[in-house]
């Protein structure tokens, strides 16, 4: 084979070796990946801007001058401003005895401390309006924004040398956000961890590269092992975007609770819930969302009361590690994870098994 | 997390008013490090307001005829590059 399957145009974009972008909160994650030959994005959604430039240097000093990305959940839509007495007043009792019942079935402590949940307004426009200003003062190399259109700062990010990534759900956003000039387009399907949007990936990574033109286009949703990689290049993507695989990393701080569920899951250990949040989300199940899914539960309430309702179960079942009732967003690919493996074997596995499937298929040697 | 205010700037956008419009809404879970997405249709009343420089937009949506399932209200702001002005499906 001529030419490596795995250097794209995304890998030329961004000097990069292979293309394999990881989504981690974790900031080891991202030196480790980034280090590997990969990309990496530190979620900072819910830190202070002085945080979110402490982590922009503390990476910058592991990694050099190679590239990663900082991602933010950029509001695309705000409900007028409501109290959380207001909030909390607003939830039914059918509902509360509901939450009791599973709270008493399944002997729910109190949690510890205060809710982080219960501060409301915690993400406004104004506030990631301050977080995005310190991404553009440190000039980070990437901004990568994982929900709402970042059309409006894309002038002055390239200004700065900073490239920006768009995450969309929909071909219609991605009409959009490639039009207004981001760098890379994300297509993420119905597979992905966390709240998705209801198309799969299989059907919105190639609609999106029949309109991408020269814009690179990544999947991301149920990615992790090099088939997907492979497949998603066939798909017309230039590389994937993956995040549940390093929940499970070496590297990752996630509790080592969490990391064993995680690594014992199968696909069917996922569920895509409204019992969490409000909105459909996929999450390993638990008792939470087992209850809600009987036919006897009340139907779910919608964003922010469901979240109020379910926050005293997540902090309770944090705060004092009960491995019987904690749980964590995870893609259908989750059932590839079988072992807690260093992230950069994570990469090398990846991209071996990637250029495997190639030769199987041309019967020439990759790479 | 500091709460100074960024400089806002109020408007009505007459060209827009009565329009129809959809968007691809959502933001993040509070307290988690989240996005949600939730979708939105209804009339835009032309009121928007510009946060900080370079000016982030967002228009008024409201008479909503399509929102997310328990949504407390019948306007909400949607971000103009996520909002989508079309034709009022018959």
Known sequence: MAKNPLHTKFCELMGIEYPIIAFTHCKDVVAAVVNAGGFAVLGEAMHTPDEIAADIKWIRSRVGSKPFGIDLVLPASAPTADTLEKLLAGIPEEHRRFAQMIKEKYDVPEPKG?????????????????????ILEERAPVFVSGLGSPAFIIKAAHERGMKIFGLIGKTRQAKREIEAGVDVIVAQGYDAAGHTGPIGTFSIVPEVAAI?????????????????????????????????????SRESDNDMIIKEKLIAATSDDTVYSKSVSGFPMRVLRCPWTE?????????TLGSPYQMLLSSDYIQAAND?????????????????????????????????????VFENLTGEAAG | ??????????????????????CDGGGMVPGTGLASREEFAGTLSGDYVDHGDPPWRWYLLTKLVRRPEGYPGDAVWCESGNLFVMEKPS
């Open chain 1, 320 to 356: 004092h590690r009960r491995a019987d009732l904690m749980f964590e967003a995870a893609g259908q690919g989750v059932a590839f994870i079988t072992a807690m493996k260093p992230a950069r074997q994570i990469v090398a596995d990846m991209v071996e098994e990637a250029l495997s």
């Open chain 1, 212 to 248: 991408a033109g020269d814009t690179p286009v990544i999947a991301a949703g149920g990615v992790t092992t090099g088939q997907h990689l492979a497949a998603a290049l066939c798909l017309g993507a230039s590389g994937v975007w993956t995040g549940t695989l390093w929940l499970a």
């Open chain 2, 1 to 22: 997390m500091a709460q100074e205010a960024l400089p806002t700037v109020t408007g009505f956008d007459p060209a827009i008013a009565g329009r129809y419009a959809e």
């Open chain 1, 291 to 299: 209850e809600w899914a009987k036919p006897e539960a009340p139907r």
């Open chain 1, 114 to 134: 205060q809710q982080a949940l219960h501060q409301w307004g915690g993400l406004n426009q104004e506030i990631a309006r301050k977080q995005l200003d310190v």
